[in-house]
């Protein structure tokens, strides 16, 4: 199989291995078939709609993780950053929160540290090869 | 940043789609780097400067009027 159909079909195809675990977990916790089945639904069809508007759509393209040229790339550059920095904010305000709500702050903690570290990480890997 | 881009192309009698496809681009690519809205990378410009047989700094200059 070509590179390019194996990263065509990636896509669609974590999509289904996300949505089939999905569905296993929500079974496992005694949930209806009906509601595992809506759950994998959900999000094959997500995955196979983001496959077939891949070729129609330049959105859709770069949300299979295929841009298509540099300006594309730096949109999603521009739009991965935006989103860190508020997640990394939201992360500070829900660890504070919950510190000082008495309650267990121990995810936030542990998720705001892998995004420190691999800011960090990214930071010291591209100033060595920029 | 300003650039000829539009006026090299509209010479040629090209449409901004018959560009994009020399270049390996998308027409909204086109379109922003006309329109000044996007700034192409170096390999970029080069390649919009090699397609009209320019060199780089006669299709991209600086906007003289933001000084």
Redesign the interface.
Known sequence: MKTETLSKWLVPAVGFAIGLLMAAALLGQHASLWQAGLSFGIVAAYALGLRLLQSRSETASLLSGMPVDERWESINNRALSIAAQLIAVVLVLAFLVTQFGGGDSTPYAWLGAVFATAYLGGLIWYRWRQ | MQNEVRKLREDLALSQGDLAKHL???R??VN?IETGR?L??LP?ALAIGRFFGRAVEEVFHEDRNAQ
């Open positions: 390996s681009v998308s909204q690519t922003a996007y192409p990378s970029l």
